[in-house]
Nanobody, 124 residues
Framework: QVQLVESGGGLVQAGGSLRLSCAASGRTFSGYAMGWFRRAPGKEREFVAAIRWSGGSTYYADSVKGRFTISRDYAKRTVYLQMNSLKPEDTAVYYC?????????????????WGQGTQVTVSS
């Protein structure tokens, strides 16, 4: 089993920044990936960003490219999502997830473990 704990959400004005963290514990995988997804009220869960643990390749949704940065601390088994130039449409519950296969997929069904989510609210 893998446990994921997110933190760093909150309320911020449009144009502001937040950094989300996701700490992983439990079993490890070789060559896995971690991703961030979000679900806004009344909408489907959507892909935000992903990173391959080995090598650090990153992938982003078009809606956040250039504003969000995903990174990881290998020793701490923690993944971060730096969110800059936030917009009201970024308001959502943000979830981190582990994909054991390591493909850094954009599809939530490919992910095996999920955190509990952290709320991000961007006011206009």
């Amino acid at each position: 089993q893998v446990q994921l704990v997110e933190s760093g959400g909150g309320l911020v004005q449009a144009g502001g920044s937040l950094r989300l963290s996701c700490a992983a514990s439990g079993r490890t995988f070789s060559g896995y990936a971690m991703g961030w997804f979000r679900r806004a009220p009344g909408k489907e869960r959507e892909f935000v960003a992903a990173i391959r643990w080995s090598g650090g390749s990153t992938y982003y949704a078009d809606s956040v490219k250039g504003r969000f940065t995903i990174s990881r601390d290998y020793a701490k088994r923690t993944v971060y999502l730096q969110m800059n130039s936030l917009k009201p449409e970024d308001t959502a519950v943000y979830y981190c997830a582990v994909e054991a296969a390591g493909r850094a997929s954009q599809f939530s069904r490919e992910y095996d473990y999920w955190g509990q989510g952290t709320q991000v609210t961007v006011s206009s």
